[in-house]
């Protein structure tokens, strides 16, 4: 089964998050196709993990205005996001949830007030 998602990437420095975007493969754990957001401000470049003031990278799985938080591997000398197997785990569970779950319903106009007009 070959089932990828798009992510988005969250990397935290001490001052700073850098957001992204990449294909999480569910089969492996890999996410590949990593681009950094042009709405980062003030606008990034490199790759942040290898910044001093690095902290952690978190990924968002969503489904309209519902998401899934996850923890986010870095391998810095490969420049490389990827999960963990346990992480992976639990987070196809999570997703399946997230997926299957009935979509929202949009709110329901407010009734108006007063008289009903004469025929």
Not at 66 to 79: A, L, P, Q, Y
Not at 87 to 100: Q, T, V
């Amino acid at each position: 089964m070959d089932l990828q998602l798009p992510i988005k990437i969250v990397d935290e420095l001490a001052e700073t998050i850098v957001e992204s975007t990449g294909i999480l493969d569910l089969a492996s754990g890999e996410i590949r196709n990593v681009v950094l957001s042009e709405d980062n401000d003030p606008p990034y470049s490199g790759f942040p993990a290898e910044d001093a003031e690095y902290e952690f990278t978190c990924g968002m799985l969503s489904n309209g205005s519902k998401e899934v938080e996850f923890r986010i591997e870095v391998d810095v000398v490969g420049r490389k996001y990827s999960v963990t197997p346990s992480e992976l785990l639990e987070l196809k569970g999570r997703a399946a949830r997230l997926f299957s779950a009935a979509p929202e319903a949009p709110a329901a106009a407010p009734a108006k007030k007063g008289r009903k007009p004469r025929d």
